[in-house]
């Protein structure tokens, strides 16, 4: 029997926090040093060197910085995501003409993907945010561009609430969206062709492929997104850490100053650990959402 709409909303929203917890936990000290490699790339010859200098400069713990607003922008993220994912798959179905249960083609779940992430993205630009903003903490008070640093979540808060107010917090909007819509399309289509791949030669349903298909459909997905938008994520990593010294330039006058003043290839700084970092924290993602929705499903067919 198929749970209630508003219970199968409550079962994706639960499935898409623990997936995300699961992503932040497997790939924290990748995506600091991405960010730090994204601001200041003049500072950093590779990813191993960005690393090293992590660990001399505040030690282990410097790799776990921005680790609590990271685990919120995630599990506020996906649990949005996977939520508006499972209500825009019911929309594609309606337009498509078909019934309820109908499966839909890998195609038309990419679609659903790519409309939800407009709604995850209004609740993962003000905690990402924050995360940025903490990770890039030492280079920005060690370049001088700010005279005191925030090295504290509450302190990041109180510093965007003090400058900007509020709308502080959805600096780098426009950029998140225009990095979501396509990056998701990407991300779930990838995904599930994976998926259906792996489905085909093994003669078996999608659901009952196993862990290790889905852990690597997942981190496929997550690699396919990262190649497509990651000039995207560079420029809106750079207007939210950038933002602290003030009036910040949008999207396209931000994009057009790196490549002018720094090259193309400044908006792909920290790709190296970002593709390092995608098998196993979007393959933990994934394995996370399908194993509890999975779960969850169970009870109301028992």
């Not at 309606?94 to 779940?109: I, N, R, Y």
């Not at 690699?223 to 396209?252: H, N, T």
């Not at 920290?270 to 509890?292: D, H, K, Q, V």
């Amino acid at each position: 029997m198929a749970p209630h709409p508003v219970m199968q909303a409550i079962i994706d929203l639960s499935a898409g926090a623990i997936g995300g917890t699961a992503c932040v936990l497997s790939g924290q000290p990748l995506d600091t040093a991405k960010v730090k490699m994204q601001t200041f790339p003049s500072l950093y010859r590779g990813f191993v060197h960005c690393f090293s200098s992590i660990y001399k400069q505040v030690g282990l713990r410097g790799l776990y910085q921005g680790t609590s607003p990271a685990l919120m922008a995630n599990i506020a993220e996906n649990s949005v995501l996977f939520m508006s994912y499972g209500f825009c798959q019911e929309v594609v179905r309606t337009m498509a003409g078909l019934g309820t249960e109908a499966p839909l083609s890998d195609m038309q779940k990419a679609c659903a993907g790519s409309v939800a992430s407009i709604f995850s993205s209004l609740v993962l630009c003000p905690t990402e945010l924050v995360k940025c903003r903490l990770q890039a903490m030492y280079e920005m008070e060690a370049s001088g561009k700010i005279a005191k640093g925030q090295h504290t979540v509450w302190s990041v808060v109180k510093s965007v609430m003090k400058q900007n107010g509020p709308t502080g917090f959805f600096t780098g909007l426009t950029t998140t969206i225009a990095r979501e819509v396509p990056g998701y399309f990407c991300f779930f289509g990838a995904y599930e062709l994976c998926r259906t791949t792996f489905a085909d030669n093994m003669k078996c349903s999608k659901e009952d492929i196993g862990v290790a298909p889905i852990v690597f459909s997942g981190g496929f997905g997550g690699a396919c997104l990262w190649l497509v938008v990651y000039p995207f994520d560079c420029v809106k990593s750079r207007i939210q850490v950038m933002s602290m010294m003030g009036r910040q330039e949008g999207f396209f006058k931000t994009m057009m100053t790196i490549m002018r003043t720094e090259g193309v290839r400044a908006l792909y700084s920290g790709l190296t650990p970002t593709m390092i970092r995608t098998f196993p924290a979007n393959g933990a993602l994934f394995l996370g959402y399908e194993a509890s929705r999975k779960f969850m499903m169970k009870q109301f067919d028992s």
